[in-house]
């Protein structure tokens, strides 16, 4: 890949695009930008408590519809937040910080039917229970302004505040109050924070109540970062960052190609015939000897075509019908980088653990 702006979803989008623009634009704003560590946790339950029973439907084939069910859910989130944060001190006392927090919200659901359902083979089933995570990370970006009340660094801070999932998003806006310490050359910011999520009305149905999240949320966070030595424009932790651009392409296809069978005959296979292109952004932290940290946010759009084998005229399937469908993903390298010095280049190897997120699967499953 050659490096020389863009990136994901929402917020993470304007996060990650905010940055790679900054890169191209030192002249135009002339303020520092730094890189940090958010570290935290929640103080409150992000899901309700609660029990709800359900009548037998009793208007169906199926044994599950003679059965009432007593639907319970509780609080299952993890409470430890992390992540990192950009900020562009635009001048001495205001900033604006953008974060990419990771926390599990997730809920224990139970379903207890009422009597037992008993199938045709003898297998009785009386409950079931399931742990679904709904989020993963939230992208708040802030305003930050310093105060100066009784000789302390104190602060405020606003902004929207963004929840991605696939068709279940949540928006938000957040307000908090902190201080800023310091310990030899780092800086502590502890703050807390309040979140208010705005969700639609999904009626009065009590169940509705117990799987959608709380609308207010609190947390107690800590900033971490370096103040920079140097008078390079972007740091992290008090060394210089360079920042850029990533493009390029697969080599490979996005799928492996897979043929089903119908009673023993190949009906419909699906494969994948594209190389996907790559865009996204690059953060390099300066070497340690000859030793470099990169980390990279890049987009790329997987293909998927679905072709059918054999006609089936009474359900209006000709064979060579095909559809072709687009999974999205987000993929988060984290590389460590060894450059060798050779005179008029600088070859390298790098390596590390790389993260993707997926959006509009469409009956698809991308490792993770």
Request: charged share 20%; proline share 7%.
């Amino acid at each position: 890949m050659i490096t020389t702006p863009w990136s994901p979803y929402g917020t993470l989008f304007s996060f990650l695009f905010i940055s790679a623009a900054l890169c191209f634009s030192t002249n135009a704003f002339g303020q520092r930008v730094s890189f940090g560590a958010v570290t935290g946790i929640n103080l409150v339950d992000d899901y309700r408590s609660g029990s709800v029973f359900q009548p037998s439907l009793g208007t169906c084939p199926e044994p599950i519809c003679a059965s009432a069910t007593l639907f319970s859910s509780a609080n299952a989130s993890s409470r430890y937040i992390i992540g990192p944060k950009v900020e562009l001190r635009l001048w001495n006392r205001f900033s604006v910080e953008a974060e990419a927090l990771h926390r599990a919200v997730r809920r224990q659901e139970r379903i207890q039917y009422v009597p037992p359902i008993i199938f045709p083979d003898g297998f009785t089933l009386a409950s079931r229970e399931s742990l679904g995570t709904d989020y993963t990370w939230e992208f708040p970006v802030l305003a930050n302004q310093r105060l100066r009340v009784f000789k302390a660094r104190s602060f405020v801070e606003s902004g929207p505040n963004f929840r991605p999932a696939e068709n279940n998003k949540q928006y938000g806006i957040a307000a908090g109050a902190g201080v800023e310490l310091t310990a030899n050359s780092l800086t502590f910011a502890p703050r807390m924070r309040y979140t208010h999520w705005f969700d639609k009305d999904y009626g009065p149905d009590p169940a509705f109540r117990l799987i959608r999240t709380r609308p207010n949320e609190i947390e107690l966070i800590m900033g971490i970062s370096r103040a920079s030595t140097s008078p390079a424009w972007a740091t992290a932790f008090g060394k210089d960052l360079t920042l850029g651009a990533v493009v390029g392409a697969g080599l490979t296809d996005d799928f492996q190609s897979e043929t089903f069978l119908l009673q023993g005959v190949p009906a419909s296979r699906s494969f994948s015939d594209s190389r996907s292109p790559v865009v996204g952004v690059m953060m390099e932290l300066e070497p340690i000897g000859n030793l470099f940290f990169e980390i990279n946010g890049l987009y790329r759009p997987l293909h998927l075509t679905d072709e059918t084998l054999i006609s089936i005229p009474e359900e209006r399937v000709s064979a060579g019908q095909k559809h072709t469908v687009t999974v999205l993903t987000w993929e988060f390298p984290f590389l460590a980088k060894y450059k060798f010095r050779v005179r008029g280049s600088s070859p390298f190897v790098e390596l590390g653990p790389s993260l993707r997120a997926t959006g509009n699967l469409n009956g698809a499953n991308p490792s993770h």
